[in-house]
């Protein structure tokens, strides 16, 4: 079955401390994922995808099949990051699928 | 700017009422669109599929004669929440999906709408 889970529910850091949140799942095929993040009262906002390889916001994420992770990573979290973070994998060929999410991870960075 | 416009983003009504949630694409011919629900800081659980032009496609548990859905063109997909009910109070989140359509994203979402149902 297609699953993703984010252990965490809640990941406190201070400013300027390394961040690694945590997304591990499960597909039995070549899997698409993403990191959407939701900040207070805006809507859900794509902040990476593993095909693109980029760096957004200074937040990296890898692929790592052997594992079945895609942890989001920032070296040195801001005040600004503090929102609700989650993993997703789409879930269908081509361009077209639907996307299932993990259960979120709420990031806060205090002062 | 804004790819999706859901309205209205909250509503509060009777127990016994129904509740119609519009999802509008602004510049994207959106033959697929998606409605969520999402409960208190928790994730996004896919209700439907939502095809223009075709019935959609519920996920598993989800009552299709409690939440009716209807995309009768490239733009508009609602969701009609019949006889609410105080446990259907939740946030509903719609999307659609562009991919293909000089965009690199695979679905853009609404900003919500939260259902109160006393």
């Known amino acids: 079955a297609q699953r993703v889970t984010q252990p965490e529910k809640l990941l406190s850091v201070f400013k300027g401390a390394p961040v690694e949140l945590k997304c591990n799942y499960s597909?039995?095929?070549?899997?698409?994922l993403f990191w959407y993040v939701q900040y207070s009262r805006q809507r859900l906002q794509l902040l990476l995808r593993?095909?693109s390889r980029e760096s957004i916001k200074g937040f990296t994420a890898d692929l790592n099949k052997g594992e079945t992770s895609f942890h989001l990573k920032k070296p040195f979290a801001q005040e600004e990051d503090s929102a609700m973070y989650y993993c997703?994998?789409?879930?269908?060929?081509?361009?077209?699928?639907?996307?299932?999410f993990g259960q979120g991870t709420t990031l806060q960075v205090k002062p | 700017g804004a790819v999706v416009s859901q309205h209205p983003s909250w509503v509060i009504c009777k127990s016994g009422t129904s509740v119609k949630i519009e999802c509008r694409s602004l510049?994207?011919?959106?033959?697929?669109m998606f409605w969520y629900r999402q409960f208190p800081k928790q994730s996004l659980m896919l209700m439907a599929t939502?095809?223009?032009?075709?019935?959609?496609t519920y996920e598993q548990g989800v009552e299709k004669d409690k939440f009716l859905i209807n995309h009768a063109s490239l733009t508009l997909s609602t969701l009609t929440v019949t006889s609410a009910h105080p446990e259907d109070s939740s946030f509903y989140i719609c999307?659609?999906?562009?991919w293909g359509q000089g965009d690199n994203q695979p679905q853009h979402f609404g900003d919500g709408t939260r259902l109160s149902i006393l």
């Open positions: 593993h095909i």
């Open positions: 597909y039995s095929g070549s899997p698409e």
């Open positions: 510049d994207f011919q959106a033959t697929t």
């Open positions: 999307s659609l999906e562009v």
């Open positions: 997703a994998l789409k879930h269908g060929s081509g361009n077209t699928g639907k996307l299932i």
């Open positions: 939502s095809n223009e032009g075709s019935k959609a």
